[in-house]
């Protein structure tokens, strides 16, 4: 009697049908001891091995499917109808698991909605895909700057010399307000001076009217609302209205309202160029990039291609008619689709935008939902040897252990649908706070197939997720060793659930260690010197040029009120002096150097309403007429000139003649409070700067008024001289303010799903803590009999969590480090990452993790040992 | 003539399984094989054409002994039905029939001078 070679007898036993299998067995090893017998162990083997192979074909082999189940339905309907009963008998459990799942779904379906709406912006219109800005980028000093703004003159350019690649060029101005009045009613509208392409390209949904309707010379298309607002019920369409006060327009058309989730949402009122573009010729050239320039590309035209093709079309142009060739300026398009999420450009390539916050929100929902998926693993299997009699019992009266996955998965499942209701309800509960904190207004999709589709698929994907590892651990017990009572789970089976543990506390330290860090640069921009005082200062935006006429008899008044300290108008709020001129001349100047100065227009009193604070030199005065043309620098401008002593100084500004520097100011932040200060010169209005527009009558209150009594003495000055204008206030402080929103907005998300990964954190551990009191009841009692005082028993039952905690803590050192260095390099004014802050973090999770366990060892240490040993 | 399909192989094994009677089981059916037409059978090409005849009724089967030499593994034997009895009986017609149907000369050729 010999034994075949065992490999591929075994190989023959797996592949062979079952009918047949014993049979054969028994043709085969009784063909094996005749050639062992006769010729020998090795060709015996050979010829073993030889027929086995042989008989591996289609008429041999077993079906896929050992088993034919006749009773599907009723088996997974016992299947819920066990898992609700368990549900049921395991309340805690049961609540923390929902309750976990449930809070990590809500967030993932958050986070997904307002996902949704980011890419879903500008989508609305029907050619998005071949709608493009045409960008700009310029050198300045070995600078690459990218500019979304382009002179007028580039339109007709585009439209003859490259009509190759485009339908449609449209030159418009950049949406702005406007004051639109008919018969004596007046109303400020958002709106734009447009070519008349605009609107096939904008495909507007004409209510009146027809799209080509804005081709006449002084025509005006007006959104339903804006229509509704100014004439009521009334029929609009060719009636005369005033814009501005300037120029004369006729209603064309009425169009749907623009939807808002689109970059032209709340554009109210389009306006024909013909109306503006003849009186800007003079005074505007290539070297003016003053409006928005918008192509629609021919059907069949790449997109690159064409950005390529028109790279040099101003170029060529500034070349002969201007000197801006000195600033190589390079052109390209910006598509529709990548406007919201990829508008940041650095040094002329795409650097990102608002789909980093996308990724980030992304990233930290996927990981909320994760903890809460470990929560619901954990606690499986940490209760697995409650249920091992029942997985032995099914399986000696002859379940498959793919029926008992099947089994585990729909309890899973049944507790992914429940948590995905609640999360729905959590979700609508949330919503409005979720909107304010994400400046949105998102609502849950009821009505559409494709929301309840993927909340679906999502709690399905989310019970598979959450539901594997349990279902093949607790069937793959062996029945006899369950059903023996041998059974303990061992060390092995504890490691899978610390490593779980150890996945969800580093993912939470983690987190912690980011909302401090990124609260921490918030505070840190917040209390920088700012170099003058916002505290105080209002400002009135001056939306008619009718009040600089009457600017001085305007000061004194206001001064007369005894509730205004000093009164300056200036070009632009002094938190956002964004205006930038070239084109400067000095002694000294490197030839090569492309300079660019912030530009800032202001009346003689600005520096003392505004408390600037002169570094050397003097303010501007009322009695020097010289000051006209003078400026005053700030530090970073007089670095930046490059001359030891800067005052008296004299300046070229391109044709603007001689300009004499006569004091320096100290750097302010007038734009990002992360950002270094760039180099400004300020300047008095003048006939040698015609152009300069006054934008706002800034005013520093007496700080013994009371602000609303002296808003309420400012108001009427004003709508003397701008009847028809309702006085607006800007208070410096709130408007500085401004600058920290989209921090904010990112420090709050941050701080909840922080504090919501903790608390998903802390139940799962919350939990297994209970779980391993109750398992270790009768130890717990033996060792108090025996003397153990309370104290040491706490320990004893906190020590496993804290080292996993600790573990965590240091694993996420390198994790947070990395990503928060990385997120603060995009500030020129910014923290250092600190010790302190994992210090803060640490100690806050600890003490997190304590408090929580503790709960249940204290309460197991406490209880009398007499109860518990009696319990058999 | 689908209803008594037969292959060649097959044929081989029913009219095995005949003279063997009662003592046809795989290692017996492939010796009487190899042994009268002096030719290797691979066990699987003779477990599948038996499965395949057990399959069309031709053959039928019952457990045997498990014997030692066999690991305790018992034998299956098998015997021919009344229907593969009729499928042999058929085969043989048609063979004769073929067989009578053949010209003398085609066989035979015979030279005139």
């Not at chain 1, 620098?633 to 000139?641: F, M, Q, S, T």
Request: net charge positive; aromatic share 12%.
């Amino acid at each position: 009697m010999h034994q075949p070679p065992g490999i591929f007898l075994r190989f023959f036993r797996w592949f062979c049908r079952p009918d047949l299998r014993t049979y054969i067995e028994g043709d085969l090893v009784e063909l094996y001891n005749e050639h062992r017998e006769k010729k020998g162990k090795r060709i015996a083997d050979w010829r073993f091995a030889f027929d086995v192979l042989l008989l591996l074909r289609p008429s041999m082999i077993k079906s896929f499917r050992g088993l034919q189940p006749v009773n599907n339905p009723a088996m997974i309907k016992s299947y819920f109808t066990i898992g609700w009963r368990n549900l049921l008998r395991n309340k805690g459990y049961s609540i923390i698991n929902i309750g976990g799942l449930a809070i990590g779904m809500a967030v993932a379906i958050l986070i997904g909605l307002w996902v949704y709406d980011e890419i879903s912006y500008d989508k609305n219109f029907n050619n998005y895909t071949r709608i493009a800005r045409v960008m700009q980028n310029q050198t300045f000093d070995g600078q690459v700057e990218t500019w979304g703004s382009q002179a007028m003159q580039l339109g007709p350019e585009l439209r003859s010399s490259y009509s190759n690649y485009f339908d449609h060029v449209v030159i418009a101005t950049f949406p702005g307000d406007h004051k639109l009045t008919f018969n004596n009613k007046t109303i400020t509208m958002n709106g734009s001076f447009a070519e008349p392409a605009i609107a096939d390209m904008l495909t507007l949904d004409m209510v009146e009217g027809t799209r080509k309707s804005l081709n006449g010379i002084n025509g005006a298309l007006l959104s339903r609302s804006a229509a509704h607002a100014l004439f009521g019920n009334d029929d609009p369409i060719n009636k005369m209205i005033r814009v501005d006060h300037d120029f004369d327009a006729t209603v064309t058309g009425i169009y749907e309202d623009l939807p808002g989730n689109c970059s032209f949402a709340g554009c109210n009122v389009m306006l024909s160029w013909q109306i503006i573009g003849p009186g800007l010729e003079q005074r505007t050239g290539w070297g003016n990039s003053w409006f928005q320039c918008l192509v629609q590309l021919r059907e069949n035209v790449n997109l690159s291609v064409a950005s390529e093709g028109i790279r040099d079309a101003k170029m060529k142009r500034v070349l002969v008619e201007d000197d801006d060739a000195r600033f190589k300026p390079a052109l390209f398009l910006h598509p529709m689709n990548r406007w919201r999420l990829y508008s940041e450009f650095e040094n002329g390539v795409y650097a990102g935008g608002k789909i980093q916050y996308i990724r980030m929100l992304v990233l930290i929902g996927a990981f909320v939902l994760l903890l809460a998926c470990i929560n619901f693993m954990n606690l499986s299997t940490a209760r697995s040897e409650q249920r091992a009699k029942e997985v032995g019992i099914r399986k000696s009266i002859g379940s498959q252990r793919i029926q008992l996955v099947s089994q585990f998965f729909s309890e899973s499942l049944l507790v992914a649908l429940l948590a995905s209701i609640f999360s729905l309800m959590i979700v609508q509960l949330a919503l409005p706070w979720f909107n304010e904190v994400s400046g949105k207004s998102l609502s849950i999709l009821w009505s559409s197939s494709w929301f309840w589709f993927s909340c679906v698929g999502f709690a399905a994907v989310t019970g598979l997720i959450s539901g594997t590892y349990p279902a093949l651990f607790l069937s793959s017990f062996q029945p006899v060793k369950v059903l023996k009572g041998t059974f303990k789970a061992g060390r092995n089976a504890f490691l899978p659930r610390k490593v779980l543990v150890v996945v969800q506390f580093t993912v939470s330290v983690t987190l912690i260690v980011c909302t401090v860090i990124i609260l921490k640069q918030i505070k840190f921009a917040q209390n920088r010197p700012i170099g003058y005082s916002i505290n105080g200062v209002v400002s009135v935006p001056i939306r008619d040029a009718v009040v600089m006429k009457h600017y001085d008899v305007l000061r004194d008044e206001l001064l007369k009120t005894g509730m205004v300290e000093e009164v300056a108008a200036s070009e632009s709020a002094i938190t956002a002096t964004f205006t930038t001129n070239s084109g400067f001349n000095w002694h000294g100047k490197d030839p090569n150097r492309t300079e660019e100065f912030v530009t800032t227009g202001v009346t003689h009193e600005f520096g003392k309403t505004i408390g600037w604070k002169m570094k050397a030199g003097r303010d501007f005065s009322r009695d020097i007429a010289s000051d006209s043309s003078a400026f005053i620098i700030n530090e970073a401008a007089a670095k930046y000139l490059g001359i030891n002593d800067v005052l008296g100084e004299t300046m070229i500004w391109g044709t603007n003649g001689e300009w004499k520097i006569i004091g320096v100011v100290e750097d302010m932040v007038t734009q990002s409070p992360y950002n270094s200060v760039e180099p400004m010169i300020f300047f008095l209005e003048s006939n040698r700067i015609a152009w300069i527009q006054f934008n706002r009558v800034n005013m520093k209150l007496n700080p013994d008024a009371n602000a609303a009594e002296a808003l309420a003495k400012i108001a009427p000055i004003f709508k003397k001289y701008d009847p028809e204008t309702a006085v607006e206030y800007m208070f410096a402080d709130q408007e500085f303010g401004m600058k920290f929103d989209e921090e904010r907005r990112i420090g709050n998300l941050a701080m909840v799903s922080t504090v919501l990964a903790i608390f998903i954190s802390c139940l799962g551990l919350f939990g297994l803590a209970s779980f391993v009191a109750s398992q270790r009841t009768k130890e717990i009692g033996i060792r108090k009999i025996l003397g153990a005082s309370i104290p040491q028993l706490w320990q004893l039952l906190s020590k496993d969590f804290v080292v996993l905690v600790i573990i965590s803590c240091v694993i996420s050192v390198p994790f947070s480090f990395y990503f928060m260095r990385d997120w603060l390099t995009q500030y020129d004014y910014r923290i250092d990452i600190s010790w302190q802050v994992y210090a803060v973090a640490w100690l806050g999770c600890m003490m997190v993790t304590l408090l929580t366990i503790s709960f249940q060892s204290l309460r197991t240490a406490l209880q009398n040992p007499v109860g518990a040993l009696r319990s058999e | 003539m689908k209803k008594y399909q037969l292959g060649g192989f097959e044929e081989v094994v029913m009219l095995t399984v005949g003279i063997l009677y009662n003592d046809a089981y795989g290692v017996s059916v492939k010796k009487e094989i190899e042994q009268r037409l002096t030719r290797k059978v691979s066990v699987g090409a003779l477990q599948s054409a038996l499965k395949r005849l057990e399959d069309k009724g031709y053959l039928k089967s019952h457990e045997g002994e498990a014997t030692q030499e066999r690991a305790g593994r018992p034998k299956r034997y098998f015997v021919i039905t009344a229907l593969g009895k009729r499928s042999l009986e058929h085969t043989r017609n048609t063979r004769e029939n073929l067989w009578k149907a053949i010209p003398e000369i085609a066989l035979n050729p015979r030279f005139t001078d």
